[in-house]
């Protein structure tokens, strides 16, 4: 049995989310019980950065960086999961070049941002560092096409495009739509970057429609005061309800409870939300934005929204409402979708990365 150490932020701290965290637990729920894997995690950041001192930052690392460099040899592969931002990529070159002082095997997986992001890599010196590390990487991974175009395009390695996944296999739930009103779901973090203002704005304009949208707000934020005041400023309450931040049974309710997934983003990776959605055979409404036309399809599972203003999220729902008659394909076709992206899918996925890592 090979030991792997999957390196990444806390996945403890209950006020601390994302992409990343959630990818981390999703992969050692999927290896608890494997007879070929022996995956452990090691919690690389606490995710602690703005509430601390710069010495105590500097000195959390060095003692991250002294048990990784003492301990590292236990293990045959060292999983290290990063983000496209200074802080992230500075964090884990580092880290990655006492793996390569050490000798141990290691396989970079950035999961959120743009590598523009990084001005760092605008120093030529620091480039030169970075692209050394890179080179010993057994594979690197990144979630959407923009991310390994500008990181081949920077460094001259095409890192592997892998999807988030799902920690559990999906089961088909048969839907039907309501005629006289249609609901939408938006589960997320509830911020300006997620065109959550355009969405209620867009509303407004079937209130006196003969079929009416109630939209259900699930996740929590920096601007769901805002949000709020604004539903009550347009007269919204009644067809707008907040559930706030939803977990397990109550998610998978708000789930079965909807007929469509809403997400008129700015910027996404791979959201979590929009795969969990059509394994419970809900379309998709979302912006071409990160890798969200890889895994929906526009008229198949869900629909495109030009942009993330109230003008196009507008056109969007009344192609919605005239696409009602063929809504039953359309949930069929969305939980199939997501069986490409079920739990045996990733355990298939990340053995092959591994293994493949470990020759």
């Not at 890192?159 to 005629?179: G, Q, S």
Request: proline content about 4%; hydrophobic content about 40%.
């Amino acid at each position: 049995m090979k030991k792997i150490l999957i390196l990444g932020p806390t996945i403890n701290n209950n006020e601390i989310c994302g992409g990343q965290i959630t990818h981390i637990k999703y992969l050692l729920q999927a290896f608890s019980c494997s007879n070929c894997w022996d995956v452990t995690d090691f919690q690389s950041s606490l995710g602690l950065f703005n509430q601390e001192s710069l010495f105590s930052k500097c000195y959390r690392f060095l003692i991250v960086l002294y048990k990784i460099f003492n301990t590292c040899k236990l293990y045959d592969l060292v999983h290290i999961n990063s983000t496209f931002d200074n802080r992230s990529f500075l964090r884990d070159c580092l880290i990655a070049l006492v793996l390569k002082i050490r000798r141990v095997p290691f396989v970079f997986q950035f999961h959120g941002g743009k590598l523009g992001n990084v001005t760092l890599v605008n120093s030529q010196v620091f480039k030169f560092f970075v692209s050394n590390i890179f080179f010993t990487a057994r594979e690197i991974l990144v979630l959407t096409p923009i991310q390994q175009s500008q990181f081949e395009g920077v460094f001259g390695i095409e890192p592997l495009l892998i999807p988030n996944f799902l920690p559990y296999e999906p089961a088909f739930f048969k839907k039907k739509l309501v005629t006289k009103h249609i609901n939408l779901l938006f589960l997320g973090r509830i911020d300006s970057k997620k065109g959550i203002y355009e969405l209620i704005s867009s509303l407004k304009y079937f209130v006196d429609k003969p079929v009416k949208f109630h939209l259900t707000i699930a996740g929590d934020g920096p601007d769901r005061q805002n949000v709020e005041r604004m539903v009550i400023d347009y007269k919204l309450s009644k067809y707008i309800t907040f559930l706030g931040h939803i977990e397990n049974e109550v998610k998978i309710s708000a789930y079965h409870s909807s007929d469509y997934f809403i997400l008129p983003s700015y910027e996404e990776a791979f959201p979590y939300s929009i795969l969990e959605s059509l394994s419970y055979s809900v379309p998709v409404l979302a912006t071409d934005v990160g890798a969200i036309t890889s895994v929906v399809e526009n008229g198949v599972n869900g629909f495109i929204i030009d942009l993330p203003t109230s003008a196009c999220i507008i056109k969007c729902l009344k192609v919605v409402l005239l696409s009602r008659s063929s809504y039953p394909e359309m949930s069929e076709r969305s939980f199939e979708s997501s069986l490409s992206y079920s739990l045996t899918a990733m355990n298939n996925s990340f053995s092959n990365i591994w293994r493949k890592a470990l020759l």
